[in-house]
């Protein structure tokens, strides 16, 4: 009869799938002696596959020894001898607890071996330098990273688990393969949970913490964790300012952690890790990750306005949206994919057949006839997106249509329409029309030219020009299914009417004079927060100034300046350039008085001292301001209806020009 062990044995050995690269590996050395090392994250499966690397040395007529450092006892040479034995095999777990004795085991207990030995190392991290210092052990050594499961194994490892079907691709998104989360989720769908997120299971994410993150030494080095996992990308300049401390240290400590990988770009935690650590700070401390995404927001929009090229901006664009889509929980934004290495970059010459041919097999002849017609009418508006080998493989086109463009395409004459009617180009305005986006391969389904397209549109709006009033989005077939996804961005739904009374035309608005940058910046942090806000159509209810009720605005906020009450009723508190100046800790009344004082600053010098003595810090009466000026009243009345004029004309321009902050 067997054993309870040998049941064991052979239950994990049927549930045992994939990781056939490492067990080839090990066969090698198992032919030829010499040392392999496995190194990993905690959860990635190393003991599994020990277990595996045993049960091959067995059929092969060997006899493994397995020894787990959690469990050897302290003493000069915890590591045993093996006995008798020519070939001996011996399967080391956990060797990061024997780090303290790494040179010991290196130079002193391997040597002592038999020849022909077989010695597997598995542990959390890499060798040191010191092992490859060595010529001798770079020849005997093979190094083999373990990370998650490839997504046939992982289905290979459902099926075998007998989980239903229609659950594999959700539990491989949620665990991305690590196959000990992949285990716990399996456990919880047994007990019959149906999580859509890890942050279902929050069970799950305390075990996962607790078996892949060693306790952080200090709240810092916990604090540094979450910062690391909550960004694309971590450098020591960004942890300092997300910290507000001198970070050196930290990232230095970051740098040594197994599950933490060093790009060109900086420092970023494996995906399930990052995830865990994200989901834990979200339940456990809403209000410090709320305050983190907020500091990680004002840092991001700085690195993408300060970045020296606009390859380098949509890199960081691609990274954040890649990383906020999933934990948005909007399915549009979660299927968006990597770019692969596409980039964005002008259409050439050469472009234009593939364009229209592109274009004509996924939309048809008569959508091709309109990219021809912009791209005869508005070359500049379009850009490719590249392959790395530099192959056109999409385009998108962000059109600025004046009222001389109409007529020609039904799509951008209804986003015409609908900016006329509920809320015109004001002088020296204009609208960002994303009227075309296409994937060869894909046409409008996710790929990486989709994912740059959204890209591009975000970095529009973090760079936008103030003269820009509208954004509208007219370039999806499948306009609802972008519904959610355009919504959770802050860009509404509108059905135009078709020509000829036809199909209604589905697009998305935003209006900017409404609703600025910063004002969309708060919106999607309460979003990604899963705080309640207001729809975003509601922006329509908010009156949009004309030139003449803004300079009437502007001469009632200087006469009643010192008339809080008044001043609160100011209909400049709705403009742009006061909206979008708005700090923390400071009412928009507050923040008005600062625009007149710095319009003030920048009229000629007699006048603007004019404005402050007789607005901004008046003192007495209008016709003693004009003795202290040594003006007759008359001329005073001229030179200062001219500054009021003057102010109310440059204050307009920065209206409709307004450098875009958030």
Known sequence: MPSLGE???ESRRRAFVG??????LF??????????FLHGPGGTGKSTLLDAFAQVAVDAGRTPTR???RHLPVGPEPLPVPADDETPVMLIDTYERLEPIDDWVRDEYLPSLPRDSVVVIAGRHAPGPRWWADPAWRDLMRVRPLGNLPVDAGRAHLVAQRVPEPMHDRLLAISRGHPLTLAMLIDAVRRGAAPRTLGDLPEVVGALLAQIVDEAPSLRHRAALEACAHVPVTTEDLLSTLLDDDAGDLFGWLRTLPFVVESRHGLFPHDVVRDAIDTDLRWRAPQRYADLYRRKLLAFLGQVRAAPSERESLNLLVDTILLNGVRSGVSTLRALPPALGAYADELRDDDRSDVVAMTATWQGERQAELVAHWLDRRPESFRGFRTVSGRL??????LSPTADDLGADPVVDAMWRYAERHGPLRPGERMHAWRFFLDREHGQQPSPSMTLFLASQMLGIIRLPGAVAWSLVGAFDEAEWWRAGMEFLDFWAVDQDGPGGGSPIRM???DWRRAGPAAWAERLHARQMGKPVAPSAQDLEIPVLTRPEFADAVRSALRHLHEPDRLRANPLLRARLVRDREETGRTAAETLRQVLVAGAGRLPPDLSELVTLTFLRPATT???????LHLSFNTYRRHRDKAVA???????????DVPATA
Do not use: M
């Open 27 to 36: 066969r090698e050395v198992l032919g030829s002696a010499g040392v392999l």
């Open 67 to 69: 020894v787990d450092a």
């Open 19 to 24: 990781r056939e690269a490492e067990i080839a």
């Open 7 to 9: 049941r064991l044995r």
């Open 393 to 398: 493989r999409g385009y998108t086109a962000c």
């Open 646 to 656: 003057l102010l109310a004309d440059g204050l307009w321009d920065r209206e409709i």
């Open 508 to 510: 998305f608005a935003h």
């Open 622 to 628: 209008q016709e003693r301001v004009a003795q202290t």
